[in-house]
């Protein structure tokens, strides 16, 4: 695996109207071309949680719809990928490692574009091929002064409501999450 020697940043808003986000392998479903071929492989939870097991896809589930702020950092050789300080100070949960495999490229989108073609919105990041661990991070942007605009919008300089760290996953790990909720239960 040839990584990059230095940390890669995408910030994107990515729309969902199926309640979840998703980073995803596009090579491993190149069998999916219409909602007939979509539903057996990705319409239930079960189904879901096979692809993340296989290291296919990492669901961003918030179980919500909408469109969400999200920074992806891939961590390069020698240098890996983390929050910054200001991201961990508004971190409100972070999630256990998942595993990802990678055939050159990554693509981010709600969990209803999963498939073949890329949709209108999906995010393509490179990532060269190899095994990936990400860990997600929610952040409380709206809790940071300024971070929200008069009209409640988010500011030029808020941050992200998710941050996705990647980094290569080293020999010794295997264990991963593999569960479809994203984050678990925070205790009241």
Not at 101 to 123: K, M, N, R, Y
Not at 159 to 181: C, H, P
Request: hydrophobic share 40%; aromatic share 6%.
């Amino acid at each position: 695996m040839t990584a990059s020697p230095r940390t890669v940043e995408t910030v994107s808003t990515v729309a969902t109207d199926a309640g979840m986000l998703a980073l995803w392998n596009p090579q491993r479903f190149t069998s999916i071309v219409d909602y007939d071929t979509w539903d057996p492989q990705l319409g239930e939870d079960e189904d879901i949680e096979r692809h993340i097991r296989t290291g296919a896809l990492v669901p961003i589930n918030i179980r919500s719809d909408g469109a969400f702020g999200v920074l992806v950092r891939i961590g390069g050789v020698g240098r890996l990928a983390q929050l910054t300080e200001r991201e961990s100070r508004h971190c409100l949960v972070t999630s256990d490692a998942y595993l990802l495999q990678s055939s050159g490229q990554v693509w981010l989108s709600g969990i209803e574009a999963v498939g073949a073609e890329a949709w209108p919105g999906t995010v393509q990041c490179d990532l060269p091929v190899g095994r990936y661990s990400v860990v997600v991070h929610l952040v409380a942007w709206e809790d940071e002064p300024g971070s929200v605009n008069a009209d409640g919008t988010p500011s030029e300089t808020a941050l992200s409501d998710f941050v996705v760290l990647i980094n290569a996953a080293v020999s010794e790990q295997d264990t991963f999450r593999s569960a479809v909720e994203t984050f678990d239960p925070m205790e009241d």
